[in-house]
Every structure is written in structure tokens, then in C-alpha cells.
């Protein structure tokens, strides 16, 4: 949720906006690439991410009345809504419970996050929580598939394996991957690497080709090509070019 400025997400091929009136609601950890798109002296970027416990997300559906979705059911993980006045109210009573005392902040956190899944339950993003909740739909064994990618991204990617150990046909995993994540498998294993491959070499200091073998790239020109194609820059002169916009940042 952003208090102030904008964003712009970037998933795959598809760019995601959202500001003061709107709210970001993710159901999985996904490769993403972000930009803020407005911040200025007079009026910085000033944001908030809320981690929501699917436990605590069941636990409200069932309270509340909302169905679970049936196994068929896939949603995006990734998606923008409208951010409503009672949700808005929340989430501000539980920022300011930062300058609350110790006790009271320990009472009201667990109710007022109740309430704010409440609330997302009730509105646009209530199908995407659902999903968050349930086990055994396809969106949450995609999620595992996802977590797996994740740990893994630097070994060769044997769709056959994952999709049998899941339960799905190699098709459907490919059909309820991309539907949840708006990339196929492969792709999402290349943008977890050459993100990886960029964090190396600005955070190691590591050259292009060692940040590309540490990733699992055997081929340093297929590294080159596909880094560029991403993020506009071959990999030296990219990395290049952030340290010099971090330290124009850092100031004097």
C-alpha cells in the first residue's frame, strides 16, 4: 500500500500501477522488477507491506462465511484493487500503533490485522486471499512449485519432475503456472537468475562472468544476451551504471 507517490510493478510482460487509492495483493514471491514513479523532495515515496499468515487468513474466512474455492479455481498471485475508505482506516490505525506503548500495541496489532483481512476478503482481492488460504488448489500447489524454483534456480529446470510431483499433467502445470504468474516455468527461472546474477554483481562485486557460472549459466554469451534483454544494459555496464546512481544518491 503506498501512503504517498506511485509504482509501477513489471511481471513478465505485464506492468501493474497502483498508488494512495489503489493496493498491491500478492499471493506468491514472484520475479518482479519495480519502479517508483513518482517521489520528489516536497513529496517523497512513502509505502507500507503488510506479510498476511494464511493461517490467520483461513481462520477469518471461516468466521466470516466465505466459501473456499474449488480445486479449479486459479487466480493471478499478482494483482491491483481499489483501496477502499474502511480498509485505508485500518491499515493507519495499525501504522500508528508504531508510536503506541508496548501493551497496547501487543493488544490492538492482532485485532486490527483481523480486521484488515476482513476487509480484503470482502472486496476485489477476496478471490486472490482465498487462494492464499486454501491447500490442495492449484494456485497453492503452483505456489510450491514456485518455492522450489526459487531454491533452485542456479540447477537445470526438469519440468517433468515437478509437474509429477504436484499431480499435474507437464501441460497443466504449464497452463496454472502461467496463469497464476504470468510467466512459464522457464521464464521465471531466467528472471530469478539474472536478478541473482545483478544482486552478485553490485552486492560481491562479482564480473559478468562469475556472477553468470554462479547462477548456473554455462554458455557467458547466452548470459549477456538474455541480462541485456532484461534490464536494457549489458551486465558490466549495468552494474556500472547503479553504483554510480547509488553513490550520486548517498550524497556528498
Known amino acids: ?22 493496493c498491491l495483493v500478492t499471493a506468491a514471491s514472484l520475479p518482479t522488477a519495480i519502479r517508483v514513479t513518482e517521489d520528489t523532495e516536497e513529496r517523497p515515496y512513502l509505502g507500507v507491506v ?3 499468515d494464511p493461517a490467520l487468513v483461513g ?4 468466521e466470516a462465511g466465505h466459501p ?4 479449479r479455481t486459479t487466480v493471478r498471485a499478482f494483482d491491483v484493487g481499489p483501496l477502499g475508505a474502511g480498509l485505508l482506516d485500518a491499515v493507519v490505525r495499525l501504522v500508528r500503533l508504531l508510536d503506541a506503548p508496548a ?22 482481492q477476496g478471490g486472490r486471499l482465498r487462494q ?3 491447500l490442495g488448489g492449484h494456485a497453492h500447489r503452483i505456489a510450491g512449485a514456485l518455492e522450489r524454483l526459487r531454491r533452485d534456480f542456479d540447477r537445470p529446470l526438469r519440468i517433468e519432475d515437478i509437474a509429477r510431483e504436484l499431480g499435474m499433467s507437464v501441460s497443466g502445470f504449464h497452463h496454472h503456472f502461467k496463469a497464476v504468474t504470468a510467466m512459464s516455468p522457464l521464464q521465471f527461472q531466467k528472471r530469478m537468475r539474472l536478478q541473482e546474477a545483478r544482486n552478485l554483481m553490485l552486492g560481491e562485486h562479482l564480473d559478468a562472468a562469475g556472477a553468470g557460472h554462479r547462477v548456473g549459466y554455462g554458455d557467458a554469451s547466452q548470459f549477456n544476451r538474455e541480462y541485456k534483454r532484461l534490464f536494457g544494459a549489458p551486465p558490466a555496464r549495468d ?11 548517498a550524497g556528498p
Not at 481462520?59 to 471461516?62: N, R, T
Not at 556500472?240 to 547509488?246: P, S, T
Open 68 to 71: 473456499a474455492p474449488g480445486d
Open 103 to 124: 501493551e497496547q500495541a501487543r493488544f490492538l496489532r492482532p485485532l486490527i490485522t483481523r480486521e484488515i483481512v476482513f476487509r480484503l476478503l470482502e472486496g476485489e
Open 59 to 62: 481462520s477469518v474466512m471461516v
Open 50 to 52: 503488510l506479510g498476511l
Open 132 to 134: 492464499i488460504a486454501v
Open 239 to 249: 552494474a556500472e551504471r547503479l553504483r554510480e546512481a547509488a553513490a550520486a544518491g
Open 1 to 22: 500500500m503506498i501512503a504517498q507517490g506511485e509504482k509501477e510493478v513489471l511481471l513478465g510482460d505485464e506492468s501493474y500501477r497502483y498508488d494512495a487509492e489503489r
